[in-house]
């Protein structure tokens, strides 16, 4: 577990360098983006921004944007790893 853990609290610490780049993160880009590398908007990120989200923008009103994005770092590990976690329990039965 430690060899999992500590990869992730490096990352998990460098968190915050996302809000001083003036470049989006990882496909987090607007429609126009597609358009323009790939000439063409792939049909299912047409309307992928209509999506509801549980932490839209990574913020949360009235906190800080650092705090708000990492609480947003907290909440997404612990719902992947709840999510890869009890589809591993259901593999194993």
Known sequence: MKK???PLLFIFILLPLGLISENPAWAEWENEYYHDILGFIP??????????SIIPD?????????????L??????????GIFYLFGKKIAR
């Open 4 to 6: 999992l853990a500590y």
């Open 58 to 70: 990574y913020s949360l009103g009235g906190l800080n944007d650092v705090v708000s994005y990492y």
């Open 72 to 81: 947003s770092g907290i909440v997404g590990i612990v719902l992947i790893f």
């Open 43 to 52: 049909e299912g990120i047409q309307n992928a921004f209509a999506l509801p």
